[in-house]
């Protein structure tokens, strides 16, 4: 199974990286347990655990008791049986719930043994390579999670009616809420497959709910190794993104969620906050017609000014004038959300406005 590393890893490195981790520190770093050696495949040694992505992400019964992961030291490979498998470099990132390689060296620097390369070299040598194709850019491997891992969170949470997202609606979109979080959880799929999920903070409401454990922030918890800046949230078909046509991009996957309960007959996507990325602009590019549609601060117009300068040479885009404090999400009827959306003005208006690009 290829990972969102390996095809970015030139060979010296890669094989040196192979050669060098010691899987026995990593798994020991992280307290495994329940923990024995076997003989696995081609003359390899596996070692079988209790799964010790239980504890970031539970999705085992009595923390596993009955192991059901393993790593080949030999390989450098994690695999949880039942949820998820990658290299050790993933399996690092999504312990420490980090995105970024360089987020992780400092960590995996402790878990290198000798090489015939120097290791501040070496060390330097993969940051380059890694800042340079950030995980999750055009071409990478997603993380890719089964779907029996959004299962237990098949539960309707009264904020949603209070937010005027229906039953029927939730379900489509597999909207959930996780008990031990008490946060709505909002599963991704691209190209048909599960990559990753959002977790969103639920208001206090006194005697009606509680609000979420520990306060509502951050608003939006993601999944470990969330692949935020290669995606988008919306797009139909089980994620599978096609060009052309006209789309409405938003910053809130919840302003979507509320589009598609209100019946907007619009393709709405969100891009998971304001912050945008290369991949995400070229998504978007490949749309005939985008009209953007940020929120009234300083954010929004931080990512209404990006999106325009970017796209307006390459595709038409036009510009929602938006209401402050609302977003598509507060509003209560699709004739209000298209309202707004028909009266988005040309980009080109706006940016002349903005001075010269």
Known sequence: MKTGFDHIVDKLAYDDYLRRLDCRAV????????????????????IVHSCLLDRVER???????????????DRKKYVCWAFWGGNMFDFIAKMEDK???????????????????DQDTFMAELERIFASNPRGAAGSVLPAYDTRIISPWAFTHPYLAERG????????????????????TIPVFWAGQLVGWQARAIPDRGGQWPGTWGGSFPKYKSSPGFPKSAIL????????????????????????????????????????????????IDLLAEADHVIVWADAD????????????????????????????????????????EAKIEGAVPAIMKINEWGKI
């Open 27 to 46: 798994l020991d770093y992280y307290g495994v347990e329940n923990d024995r050696e076997e003989p696995g495949r081609h003359d390899t040694t596996e």
């Open 59 to 73: 999705h085992h019964n009595n923390g596993d008791a009955n192991p059901s992961a393993s790593c080949n030291v």
């Open 99 to 117: 995105e970024d390689f360089s987020d992780i060296l400092p960590l995996v620097r402790g878990f290198l043994g000798e090489s015939t390369l």
């Open 165 to 184: 997202i229906d039953n029927d609606t939730a379900s489509r979109l597999h909207i959930g809420w996780r008990e031990d979080l008490n946060r709505i």
């Open 233 to 280: 949230y919306g797009v139909s078909d089980g994620g599978r993104f096609s060009g052309g046509g006209e789309i409405v991009v938003v910053e809130s996957p919840f302003s979507v969620i509320k589009a598609a309960a209100l019946g907007v007959d619009r393709r709405v996507v969100a891009t998971f906050g304001a912050k945008v990325s290369r991949r995400q």
């Open 298 to 337: 300083p954010a929004g117009q931080f990512m209404e000014r990006k999106l325009a300068k970017s796209l307006h040479r390459r595709i038409q885009v036009s510009l929602v004038s938006p209401d402050v404090g609302l977003d598509l999400g507060d509003y209560d009827s699709a004739e209000s959300v």
